[in-house]
């Protein structure tokens, strides 16, 4: 698979007589008390991003993000057959899940030095470094498990054009091994090409790199 033919997904004009409104939120699951995720799931609240978005014109940006990324994940989907994939951003102390394409899970995890014996995604964001447990059954290191089912991750880590990260993209197989075959294609060719959609996206560019850099930001006043 080409970057070409990644990127062309991402870029694909939208049809503004779409009504997309409903990827601007989604449903998380009712959390632990200690704010983990159940393995047995059920329904909780609606998590909106329009939170993120403090315009109009950011409103539509988002709007426009959520779309192409949406669009992105479920191609990989179809590609792969991947069980579940997920791009997020950062905010501040936290990493906010965008888009994802399979079962519900938590909207947010903390960027906290505490974390990183916990989350795998924490650790990718402090780290700056991918993680694949090709057998969760044999992992012994730090892992944040949120369904039964999965038996293989992948995280890798999302870069500005500084080289500073921003968010990660995090994918999970029901199957053993199931990215040994294809984490060139998606560590790489996928990576580059979310990196190079984020690089000049709008959403992106109003708010400045800073705000989605864990160690640069500064909350708006």
């Given amino acids: ?14 049809n503004l007589l779409d009504n997309h409104d409903h990827l601007l939120s989604y449903i998380q699951p009712k959390l632990n008390d200690d704010g983990s995720c159940p393995i047995i799931k059920e329904a909780g609240d609606r998590y909106d991003l329009l939170q993120y978005a403090d315009s109009p014109e950011q409103r539509k940006n988002l709007l426009d993000l959520v779309i192409r990324l949406n669009r992105l994940v479920r191609w990989i989907h179809i590609k792969t ?17 965008y888009v994802y394409n399979g079962e519900m899970s938590k909207a947010e995890f903390p960027i ?3 974390y990183l014996d ?9 780290e700056r470094q991918h993680y694949y ?25 999302i870069f500005d054009p500084e080289g500073d990260v921003i968010g990660i993209f995090d994918c999970e197989d029901s199957r053993e091994n199931f990215f040994d075959e294809k984490i060139g294609f ?3 060719k996928v990576k580059k090409a979310i ?27």
Avoid at 81 to 97: R, S, T
Avoid at 118 to 126: A, D
């Fill in 81 to 97: 057959d991947v069980m579940w994939f997920g791009i997020y951003l950062c905010h501040g102390n936290k990493l906010v899940k």
């Fill in 186 to 188: 998606i560590r790489t």
């Fill in 1 to 14: 698979m080409r970057l070409f033919d990644i990127l062309s997904v991402l870029y694909e004009p939208v």
């Fill in 195 to 221: 990196e190079i959609f984020l690089e000049d996206h709008p959403y992106i560019t109003h708010m400045g790199y800073s705000h989605f850099n864990p160690n640069t930001y500064n909350p708006p006043v």
């Fill in 118 to 126: 916990k989350s795998i995604n924490t650790r990718v964001i402090m």
């Fill in 112 to 114: 906290a030095p505490e």
């Fill in 133 to 157: 447990i090709p057998n969760v059954a044999e992992h012994d290191g730090p892992y944040y498990r949120c369904d039964a089912k999965v038996k293989s991750e992948l995280c890798c880590p």
